[in-house]
């Protein structure tokens, strides 16, 4: 499906970003991917995705640093698909939330989605690509959830941003979407469900569907915004939260 295409996945050594990377080598894309995470901490994911894409290359990029991305980005010969995923979740309540945490959720999820996204498409319009954005926004994006606010006002804004782009990108043919996961059982979600005990509790109140979402399942959304059914999709948050944004607060 993807065969002849060039996809950069960011944050694709974590549980979300190295799913989104298999699934595209599997349809046949060609990917870049790009973490901060040394490359032999990330040898698993690496290999994982190699064995469907034998020319998967990894690059330690820093989406903070534009001067990085500009870089990483010339390097391809050309960018179809960006899957515009890495990012942070650290949890605080509000009262206690510092100006570091509050700055670092800005910097990493929104003004990295930026740098990523802007340069891609610099990149695309100078070569006539008619590209694709693909964006991890989250359901508390626009629904809040206790002790997260500086993710949440970051995930806000990505979904903002992804409008924006679309309306603007469209002459150019670009296509700018978002997926917006609920609960994954993946990253700092998943630890808390192991671990704390309040966590899982609350959680088990909110999902319709009972269950965490996985990775998979998350990437598959994406592979479908970078498939050619949705050439007529842009400027959507694509939400996958087993029913958390429907309000069921009480079991």
Known sequence: MLQ???AIVTGAAGDLGNAMALQLAEQGAH???WDIVPRGEA???IELVCQHDSAAQYAEVDVRDRAAVDAAIALPSRVDIVCSNAGIVEAQPFLEL???NWQNHLDINLTGCFNV???AARKMVADGARGRLILTSSWVGSIPWP???AYSVSKAGVNML???MARELAAHGILVNAVAPGIVDAGLAGRQLREEPQYAARVAKVIPLVEPGTPEEIAAAVLYLASPQTAYMTGSI???DGGCSLFQFDA
């Open 147 to 149: 002790e997260i606010s």
């Open 238 to 240: 694509l939400t996958l």
């Open 31 to 33: 990917v870049l991917m």
């Open 98 to 100: 510092s100006q570091d």
């Open 43 to 45: 040898a698993d994911a």
């Open 4 to 6: 002849g295409k060039t």
């Open 117 to 119: 996204c802007q340069s």
């Open 162 to 164: 992804v409008k924006q």
